[in-house]
């Protein structure tokens, strides 16, 4: 008896079908440039066709070191529609660090934009997989390119009759390499189901549908970004890119295309709030504010409240696959939470000896979703050191981050484990410090770190950006905060800087804080 093959519909499976049912409609805009379904999936029929013909087999990996661009997203599809594995870098690595995790990826082929072509020119001979007929650039077509495939070219010259390359859930999608906030950046692995899954959830919970408009104004080379990318591609929404983030420009944006999602890190929302003629914009057609990435602390959440009147979400999650979320509805009794797990997920708190903690009480977050990593590329140690099971056998990942759990729930961020501080014995979580040095009026932002301390081994140090034109001082700040302060919270002092150094999506660097100060012990 004949049956049906369950069939596999990848992400490039539906910007196809857009393509044939939808293909005058708008899929992707840039700058000046619009793109409607049916060029969209071309273009990537294009590469797809152009990367077989040079010699990709299916799970080779791909880098592309680019700003945000319409290329840059045929690339990465193109790429994965040939069974090729996506490899987006960073642009703000250095040399070595890109050559690094070129290496460590075993990636054949690298598409690069023209800006940062001589960074790639001055690792070239320490990429051991690359061929020449491996190095492509993207941009600035009138210059004369050596040992360079000029992408357009390229690209125009390939045919749009794409070979028919058979995917399957298991296949990997991409390779996105962790940050190195905690330590050496690992190639973190997703497959093509836990992709699609990623897109069919988001979609579930943002309520993405064929009307929305979603703009991205992060790097896509950032996972977080991906929020807003898998989704609107799936189900076929408009995604709007941001080649470069500017707070007015992004109110032109929405204003210009009546936007419906957005997702902004909080940095982004407070110099966006902070534009003076932010109450001019006609902003009613943004439906949802999704904030992730770093930590949204209250007052920012209650100010984003009240600055665009609802739609404001808040989600905690990891590149390696799980998230909770706080819906609107939720933001003014659960204020300082982020929420309770996406569809489909669970999340539950451990002790240090594995046993699941109780409500209320502090224990590291592990959690589960459909979405999770295959594992760590090439690091099967720290991919099983990453792994919780449950009493039924389910792996749930460890993240590393310290939380509870309130009677409801709802999930609260304590701190990072390797960023909570032991003084005297007593764990001090400094995301607690950091809410109320916070309050202060002339505070603009805060990290709080441990520093070296002779008797309570390690003490808390507030390092503080001032607004514009305060002329608050350290001793002033440090008294104000220590009275509001827990005994066993109460900072060793006050250090201004000018700005704290930042990932991609705007979580402060608190290893590289810390270093000087511990090198100074050792």
């Not at 990465?76 to 995790?101: D, H, Q």
């Not at 999602?261 to 949802?288: C, G």
């Not at 003014?332 to 569809?343: F, N, Q, R």
């Not at 950006?465 to 009275?483: P, V, Y």
Request: include cysteine; charged fraction near 25%.
């Amino acid at each position: 008896m004949n049956t049906f093959e369950t069939p596999f519909i990848s992400i490039t499976d539906a910007i196809a079908s857009h393509a044939k049912w939808r293909p005058d409609r708008t899929a992707l805009v840039c700058g000046d440039q619009r793109l409607k379904w049916r060029d969209f999936n071309q273009a990537i029929d294009r590469v797809t066709s152009g990367l077989i013909k040079g010699g990709l087999r299916k799970g080779d990996k791909v880098c592309v070191l680019m700003v945000n661009s319409i290329e840059m997203l045929e690339i990465m599809m193109g790429t994965v529609k040939a069974g090729g594995v996506i490899v987006p870098l960073s642009v703000m690595l250095t040399a070595e660090s890109l050559a690094t995790m070129i290496n460590d990826s075993d990636s054949r082929f690298i598409f690069v934009g023209a800006q940062f072509a001589p960074v790639i020119d001055s690792i070239r001979r320490d990429l051991l997989n690359i061929t020449c007929e491996g190095f492509f650039v993207v941009g600035d077509e009138t210059a004369n390119w050596i040992d360079w495939i000029d992408y357009q070219g390229w690209r125009n010259q390939c045919t749009d009759a794409a070979p028919q390359v058979r995917l399957t859930p298991e296949d990997d999608f991409n390779l996105i390499y962790s940050s190195g906030t905690t330590g050496t950046p690992k190639g973190i692995a997703h497959t093509h189901y836990a992709r699609q899954q990623t897109a069919y959830i988001l979609a579930i919970e943002f309520g993405f549908d064929l009307n929305s408009i979603a703009v991205v104004t992060t790097p896509l080379f950032a996972n977080g970004t991906w929020i807003m990318m898998l989704p609107s591609l799936t189900v076929g929404s408009t995604l709007v890119v941001m080649p470069q983030f500017d707070p007015k420009k992004f109110l032109d944006i929405v204003e210009r295309e009546r936007a419906t999602h957005t997702f902004m890190v909080p940095t982004q929302y407070i110099m966006t709030m902070d534009v003076p003629e932010f109450e001019r914009f006609a902003l009613s057609s943004l439906k949802v504010l999704l904030s992730a990435g770093a930590p949204l602390r209250a007052d920012t959440k209650a100010r984003m409240l009240r600055m665009f009147g609802g739609g404001v979400f808040e989600l905690y999650g990891l590149t390696e696959g799980i998230a909770t979320r706080l819906r609107p509805e939720e933001m003014e009794s659960k204020l300082s939470s982020v929420g309770t797990t996406i569809v489909g997920g669970d999340i539950r708190l451990i002790d240090d000896g594995g046993k699941e903690a109780q409500r209320g009480e502090a224990g590291e977050i592990v959690g589960y979703s459909s979405g999770l990593m295959r594992g760590y590329y090439k690091k099967p140690e720290e991919t099983s050191a990453a792994v919780w099971k449950d009493e039924a056998g389910r792996t749930y990942l460890r993240t590393g981050d310290i939380g509870k759990l309130d009677e409801d729930g709802f999930l609260y961020i304590l701190d990072r484990k390797k960023d909570m501080i032991l003084s005297g014995g007593v764990n001090v979580f400094p995301k607690d410090i950091e809410e109320i040095v916070a309050r202060h009026p002339e505070v603009a932002d805060v990290a709080v770190i441990g520093v070296p301390h002779e008797k309570w081994g390690e003490t808390p140090l507030a390092l503080v950006i001032r607004r514009s034109g305060t002329s608050l001082s350290t001793g002033e700040l440090t008294l104000w905060a220590n009275d509001r302060l827990a005994k066993h919270q109460r900072i060793t002092g006050v250090e201004f800087r000018d700005e704290l150094p930042r990932n991609a999506l705007g979580k402060v660097l608190k290893k590289e804080l810390r270093e000087p100060y511990w090198r100074k012990e050792g």
